[in-house]
């Protein structure tokens, strides 16, 4: 049985933050900024098993774009210093070590199933 932790968060850059920075720690990737010129590498950052961008169906035909060409066109269009780049919701889900990763995989795309739901 999966437990969910939940987490509503705005990336400002008021605040001194970056999308790219944030994109690149909660998926453990790397993401060149190139609003900022700076590499966020984070792959060596374990507890991440998974990650996706989840969109609906219907925007997944029109969206092939990689996870650092989107992050920093959010930060290339945002020109405010006040502006708010990104509102993260992180939906965790805590399995535990019992469940083999063949069904948290499954669990996680029913998950995404229920937040990106199909439009017509």
Not at 108 to 120: D, E, F, M, Q, V
Request: with cysteine; net charge positive; aromatic share 10%.
């Amino acid at each position: 049985m999966a437990i969910f932790y939940y987490r509503a968060n705005v990336i400002a850059r008021s605040a001194g933050q970056s999308a790219c920075a944030c994109a690149a720690y909660f998926a453990a990737a790397r993401i060149e900024c190139q609003r900022l010129r700076v590499t966020y590498d984070y792959t060596d950052r374990t507890g991440v098993d998974y990650s996706e961008i989840i969109v609906p169906v219907i925007a997944d035909r029109q969206l092939h774009i990689s996870r650092s060409q989107l992050w920093n066109t959010i930060e290339a269009i945002e020109k405010r210093p006040d502006s708010q780049l990104a509102r993260s919701r992180w939906r965790k889900p805590a399995f535990g070590t019992a469940s083999p990763s063949e069904n948290r995989l499954f669990l996680l795309y029913r998950l995404k199933l229920t937040i990106a739901p199909k439009s017509n």
